[in-house]
């Protein structure tokens, strides 16, 4: 299991189209993907639970990814949100 602390750059935040747009990216990942932030916890596959969690500009939140491609599946949650979101 590895897990990253990532502050959310998008400067309205994170809505319906940023959602869609992380489980396009999550889906194709074996290891399971969460978001933590704050008192939720969400599996980062779903897109009303990413919405739900409400996220604004500043927002830091704990990427958590438990499986086989963990790796691949940070760097990759890490080059979404630093280019994308």
């Known amino acids: 299991m590895i897990f990253k602390e990532i502050e959310i750059k998008k400067h309205d935040g994170i809505g319906?189209?940023?959602?869609?747009?992380?489980?396009?990216?999550?889906?194709?990942?074996?290891a399971?993907?969460?978001?933590?932030?704050?008192?939720?916890?969400?599996?980062?596959?779903?897109?009303?639970g990413i919405i739900a969690m409400g996220l604004r500009r500043g927002?830091?939140?704990?990427?958590?990814?438990?499986?086989?491609?963990?790796?691949?599946?940070?760097t990759d949650m890490e080059k979404l949100f630093l280019r994308e979101l």
Not at 33 to 44: G, L, Q, V
């Open 32 to 48: 399971e993907i969460f978001f933590d932030f704050r008192t939720k916890k969400i599996n980062a596959k779903s897109v009303m």
């Open 16 to 30: 319906r189209v940023e959602a869609q747009i992380i489980v396009r990216r999550t889906v194709r990942f074996q």
């Open 59 to 74: 927002d830091k939140m704990l990427v958590v990814i438990k499986g086989d491609d963990e790796n691949e599946a940070l």
